[in-house]
């Protein structure tokens, strides 16, 4: 079992930054990849950013530029800046973690809303 925990969702202006962070436990297997999805409201969950143990970073366009993804793997932890929020940013973020073996794993979600 792997239990993830989200912090530091809120309220922000168009245009501010936030930070989100997610501290994995549990079974967390060498190789793992980290990261965040989010879901709007009506909307279908989708990628935003992930991580692998070594560092290597992927991002989905609407992330790129904007958002930085990076990890403490001492403290298996992945932390999202995010600059430039726009409204459309507006969503619930959940973190994930896939082990090398597939299975994935979600957190509770936090819920970032971006004011106009």
């Known amino acids: 079992q792997v239990q993830l925990v989200e912090s530091g969702g809120g309220l922000v202006q168009t245009g501010g930054s936030m930070r989100l962070s997610c501290a994995a436990s549990g079974r967390i297997l060498s190789g793992n990849f980290m990261g965040w999805y989010r879901q709007a409201p009506g909307k279908q969950r989708e990628l935003v950013a992930g991580i692998s143990r070594g560092g290597s970073t992927t991002y989905v366009d609407h992330a790129k530029g904007r958002f930085t993804l990076t990890r403490d793997n001492t403290r298996n932890t992945v932390y999202l800046q995010m600059n430039s929020l726009k409204p459309e940013d507006t969503a619930v973020y959940y973190c994930?973690?896939?082990?090398?073996?597939?299975?994935?794993?979600w957190g509770q979600g936090t819920q970032v809303t971006v004011s106009s």
């Open positions: 994930y973690l896939r082990n090398l073996d597939a299975t994935f794993s």
